[in-house]
Nanobody, 127 residues
Framework: QVQLVESGGGLAQPGGSLELSCATS????????LSWFRQAPGKEREFVAS????????AYADSVKGRFTMTRNNAYNTVYLQMSLMKSEDTALYYC????????????????????WGQGTQVAVSS
């Protein structure tokens, strides 16, 4: 059974940092690309970042480029999202998702490119 469990959400101050984790099981993690998406209140879910199977390639939404970093640890079947210089517009429910097919970078993935999703972890940015 495939599982993706996000954690690390909470309250951050503007300009502050937070790190999200996504622990996975039930699929060959080291062969899989993964992504982070987010959904703000009243808005559609949007792409945040993706990472290739070995961490060699990443992609980011323009809105988070230079502020967020996605990494992975294949020994722990876990991906991370380090968020820095946070803004109020980063407030959202953050989801981890497994990419359905091979992805080695070069283009941004859409929701339909993912076959399994976590339940999300809530992030709020406020003073």
């Amino acid at each position: 059974q495939v599982q993706l469990v996000e954690s690390g959400g909470g309250l951050a101050q503007p300009g502050g940092s937070l790190e999200l984790s996504c622990a996975t099981s039930g699929f060959p993690f080291s062969d899989s690309a993964l992504s982070w998406f987010r959904q703000a209140p009243g808005k559609e879910r949007e792409f945040v970042a993706s990472i290739s199977w070995n961490g060699g390639r990443t992609a980011y939404a323009d809105s988070v480029k230079g502020r967020f970093t996605m990494t992975r640890n294949n020994a722990y079947n876990t991906v991370y999202l380090q968020m820095s210089l946070m803004k109020s517009e980063d407030t959202a429910l953050y989801y981890c998702a497994k990419v359905r097919d091979v992805w080695n970078g070069g283009y941004v993935l859409g929701e339909n490119d993912h076959d399994y999703w976590g339940q999300g972890t809530q992030v709020a940015v406020s003073s």
